[in-house]
């Protein structure tokens, strides 16, 4: 390992030459007071940039141990000092010259906490209260070049220079904003800590009292500023808690069953469904919505024209199709709304699984109440997002469904008869998923009264603010009865675990064995194929994209072998995860993945559309 003043020589002695000998650079350096670790140098400076490390020891850090004793904490600190140091770096780097050149960068991220790749606590693991922590960043760099030749000068200035600077700024606990970490920490374990109250209190969402819901607009994620309505909950859906940090905290629990979200356009309806549906992620300080938390394993369902879909069982909502088209295995490569719509229920119902227990943490006897929560020892399978033994829970919003899917009316039923309608409603089957199956849904219903007979809590929006009017609901549709006739049959049905064929998930191109590339988070290249996620409204961040795509590599190299279901490959793979970190998705550092869920991560490979299956049973939901 070579050191500082080495690498500054050797950067001078480049100047002016080809582009490609800034290959000599890679390597690990020496600077003092952290090591700079070069894993891979970009071959063009319109190239993607070249992938940098620095470790800083935890006697140069000096990270408190109490900001990351538990899983939960860690992982926030570990956003935090991502957090912080791209703000160092966006203020320091600067364009030096041309394609990328003088870019130093993290990962990008919005309002949502994830665990990341791009840092890591450097622990002694002593569990000792006097314990500090060290870092290791991942970031990139673009090498400064002119036209295609090297700018040795400006590389040395962002090397040796710019890069101790933001190091200094960013990663040692003394120049950090002490109370602005520990708040950061403390929001994200009050999160957890809600989230896992959920299940034993048989709740499947909680909002906040005081949550700023609205958002500025539909491409900014941040609270809205002006006239934004805090949440208050109705009394009588008001549950309380003592968080570990905040304390006493109240807000509207959601009970488990068929919860009904109604009121006029406009008023907030898809707001809080919206909340709801990202409350299965963590969020920053000043979010709005940081103690809005949600059953982890809770799914957003909407119908998706032209989506593949690859042998599953709809027979549950979907039979006797014209021509005999079979619906036990049902193949399309161009999914209508209502056929989309029941696939995307059987893929989460087939990859969630039944609980074992109930996730709970364990709290010291003989304390008060206070100081019981603060002693609150966090469930680490609950705290990470790929949510273990879950049952789903399905969230609809009636703008996005399929309306021949969601509803069919007594006077459509008189018209067209039951046996000339392939399509069972969502309306006779919610309350089968939920005596059957133990799946709860959360529905934005503002244009079917008839819902009213098979919801179990009504929830009015008016003017951004919620009200119980279940006993209203219910009153009217005792009063005005539509005697429509209930379709639905005995039971919901059963689930068919299917396998994958693993030839039919091929990731190479040309003369690649491995081509995958991210758009965003709603486009994925993998092979010779354009997987389209736009209407996976759970994926946030391209971070999560990219750690499906190399997640999928992964399981095809690892676990597919013809026999293993589906919802297996998924289990074995979420373990690795668990138990080795991301980077065993990767043979080198990556610093821009991001954890993801088990569902997006089947609907990722379900919406590849040279998948093929077989079916290998059918279970009890």
């Known amino acids: 390992m070579t050191n500082k003043e080495s690498l500054q020589r050797h950067l001078l002695q480049l100047d002016n030459r080809g582009y490609k000998a800034y290959k000599d650079i890679q390597g690990s350096y020496d600077f003092s007071e952290f090591r700079l670790i070069i894993d891979y140098v970009q071959g063009d400076p319109f190239a993607s940039p070249s992938k940098f490390r620095v470790i800083v020891p935890p006697n140069i850090a000096q990270i408190p141990y109490q900001l990351f004793n538990s899983r939960s904490r860690e992982i926030a600190l570990r956003d935090y000092l991502t957090r912080q140091f791209d703000k160092a770096a966006h203020s320091i780097s600067s364009k030096r010259g041309t394609g990328k050149s003088g870019m130093i960068a993290v990962t990008r991220f919005g309002q949502e906490v994830l665990e990341r790749t791009s840092a890591f606590i450097i622990s002694s693991n002593t569990s000792d209260i006097e314990d500090l922590g060290g870092v290791e960043l991942r970031f990139a760099v673009g090498l400064p070049a002119g036209g295609r030749s090297i700018l040795g000068r400006q590389a040395a200035e962002m090397l040796c220079e710019d890069i101790p600077q933001i190091v200094s700024t960013s990663l040692k606990y003394a120049n950090l904003n002490a109370a602005e970490c520990r708040r950061h920490v403390e929001t994200v374990e009050d999160a957890d800590w809600l989230r896992q109250q959920l299940a034993e209190n048989r709740l499947v969402a909680f909002v906040a009292d005081g949550s700023i819901l609205p958002r500025r607009s539909g491409v900014d994620d941040r609270p809205l500023l002006n006239n934004a309505v805090a949440f208050q909950s109705p009394p009588s859906l008001k549950v309380e808690f003592n968080c570990p940090n905040r304390g006493l905290m109240s807000g509207m629990g959601i009970p488990a069953g068929i919860t009904l979200i109604v009121g006029g356009g406009y008023h907030g309806k898809s707001t809080l469904l919206r909340a709801i549906e990202l409350g299965v992620y963590n969020r920053i300080p000043g979010d709005g919505r940081e103690c809005v938390v949600t059953n982890p394993a809770a799914v957003k369902i909407r119908a998706e024209d032209g989506r593949s879909v690859a042998g599953v069982d709809i027979s549950p909502f979907i039979n006797h199709l014209p021509q005999g088209r079979d619906t036990a295995q049902f193949y399309t490569e161009n999914a209508s709304g209502s056929t989309s719509q029941a696939a995307n229920i059987i893929e989460a119902l087939e990859v969630g699984r039944k609980k074992k227990e109930e996730g709970r943490g364990k709290k010291e006897e003989g304390r008060g109440k206070r100081e019981e929560a603060q002693s609150f020892v966090l469930d680490t399978e609950l705290v990470a997002i790929s949510e273990g033994d879950l049952v789903p829970v399905l969230l609809v919003d009636e703008d996005t469904a399929a309306t021949n899917f969601m509803i069919r009316d007594r006077r459509m039923q008189?018209?067209?008869?039951?046996?000339?309608?392939?399509?069972?409603?969502?309306?006779?089957?919610?309350?089968?998923?939920?005596?059957?199956?133990?799946?709860?849904?959360?529905?934005?219903?503002?244009?079917?009264?008839?819902?009213?007979?098979?919801?179990?809590?009504?929830?009015?929006?008016?003017?951004?603010?919620?009200?119980?009017?279940?006993?209203?609901?219910?009153?009217?549709?005792?009063?005005?009865?539509?005697?429509?006739?209930?379709?639905?049959?005995?039971?919901?049905?059963?689930?068919?675990?299917?396998?994958?064929?693993?030839?039919?998930?091929?990731?190479?191109?040309?003369?690649?064995?491995?081509?995958?590339?991210?758009?965003?988070?709603?486009?994925?290249?993998?092979?010779?194929?354009?997987?389209?996620?736009?209407?996976?409204?759970?994926?946030?961040?391209?971070?999560?994209?990219?750690?499906?795509?190399?997640?999928?590599?992964?399981?095809?190299?690892?676990?597919?072998?013809?026999?293993?279901?589906?919802?297996?490959?998924?289990?074995?793979?979420?373990?690795?995860?668990?138990?080795?970190?991301?980077?065993?998705?990767?043979?080198?550092?990556?610093g821009d993945f991001a954890m993801f869920r088990r569902f997006e991560f089947a609907a990722a490979i379900n919406r590849l559309r040279s998948l093929s299956v077989v079916a290998k049973m059918t279970v009890d939901c």
């Not at 049959?489 to 994958?500: D, L, S, W, Y």
């Not at 010779?528 to 409204?537: H, N, Q, S, W």
């Not at 072998?561 to 919802?567: E, Y």
């Open 414 to 590: 008189e018209l067209i008869a039951k046996d000339k309608e392939p399509i069972t409603p969502f309306i006779d089957k919610v309350k089968q998923l939920y005596a059957d199956c133990g799946v709860s849904t959360i529905l934005v219903m503002g244009g079917s009264g008839d819902y009213f007979d098979v919801a179990d809590t009504v929830i009015a929006m008016e003017n951004f603010q919620a009200y119980n009017v279940t006993k209203k609901a219910k009153d009217i549709a005792k009063n005005y009865s539509v005697s429509r006739a209930v379709e639905g049959g005995e039971n919901f049905g059963k689930i068919t675990q299917r396998v994958p064929i693993p030839a039919s998930l091929d990731p190479s191109r040309g003369r690649r064995d491995v081509r995958v590339k991210v758009r965003d988070v709603d486009e994925l290249a993998f092979g010779t194929e354009d997987i389209d996620l736009g209407a996976v409204e759970q994926i946030v961040d391209s971070g999560q994209l990219r750690a499906i795509a190399a997640a999928m590599v992964y399981a095809k190299q690892q676990y597919m072998d013809g026999k293993r279901t589906l919802s297996e490959i998924i289990d074995l793979v979420m373990a690795d995860i668990d138990a080795q970190g991301m980077d065993i998705l990767s043979p080198f550092p990556e």
